[in-house]
């Protein structure tokens, strides 16, 4: 299960992890122009989006590029995957700022629970930006 979770979320994000989550290990400062609470807002209506199905609440928040890069066939399919391995979205635990692995970048990251599982997710923003450039879930243990 593990591989498919894995493909389904290099589809997701292969056009953008380049320029907004590449390299190997956080760099600099997290520092953002979004609040808490902004991120958080944020964070929210993405996986309420992703809860529902709902690709444009999903990909509100969505720079451009991001737009271009993840259609909603491609969204739906990722869901599907989800929710066939980690069950029903159930809360957001937390929501951190967090170096971004590419500098100028910064990542909000939300631990998120599910039926049977937790996922992080990481919104990466550029620093001074307000829209998601990226997103990087990985298994939380």
Known sequence: MKTKFTTLFVLLIVAVLA???GGSAPEGEATSVLSQEEAAAIVEN???GLA???YPAWSRDWSDTMKNAIP???FLDYRSQVT???GQFVSIESVTLEPGK???YVRWAAVCTFENGRIK???SFENDGRLIEGVLPEAVQ
């Open 19 to 21: 320029s907004a989550c």
């Open 46 to 48: 993405a996986m309420q």
């Open 52 to 54: 529902d199905g709902d």
């Open 72 to 74: 909603e066939k491609a």
């Open 84 to 86: 066939a391995q980690y």
């Open 102 to 104: 590419t500098q100028g």
């Open 121 to 123: 997710f990481n919104f």
